[in-house]
């Protein structure tokens, strides 16, 4: 059974770091590509992060610089490193798998299974 579970959220001051997880269950994990979305009260969902197979990465122009998505094939697992918080930045974070049927496009990825979501909050 596939599941995808997010962990790391919270509450954090602008300027602030928080590190976000995910653990992928019921993968072949390591061929597949990852990403991270973002949903805000009021907006629609958004790519953040992007990371193929073979580790590549892209990110949204908003987040450049500040986060960076990184992966661990033996632990099956997939990590958002969030730095210099803004408040823009808060929203509803979801960690999203490859799926051959998905309905998500992200950069060159087709996502289709999708965790239950952390919330990030940023106060200024």
């Known amino acids: 059974q596939v599941q995808l579970v997010e962990s790391g959220g919270g509450s954090v001051q602008a300027g602030g770091s928080l590190r976000l997880s995910c653990a992928a269950s019921?993968?072949?994990?390591?061929?597949?590509?990852m990403g991270w979305f973002r949903q805000a009260p009021r907006k629609g969902r958004e790519g953040v992060a992007v990371?193929?197979?073979?580790?590549?990465?892209r990110y949204a122009d908003s987040v450049k610089g500040r986060f960076t998505i990184s992966r661990d094939n033996a632990k099956n697992t997939l990590y958002l490193q969030m730095n210099s918080l803004k408040p823009e930045d808060t929203a509803t974070y979801y960690c999203?798998?490859?799926?051959?049927?998905?309905?998500?496009?992200?950069?060159?990825?087709?996502?289709?299974?999708w965790g239950q979501g952390t919330q990030v909050t940023v106060s200024s």
């Open positions: 999203a798998a490859e799926h051959p049927y998905g309905g998500t496009w992200y950069s060159t990825c087709r996502f289709g299974d």
């Open positions: 019921g993968y072949t994990y390591s061929s597949i590509c």
């Open positions: 990371i193929d197979s073979d580790g590549s990465t």
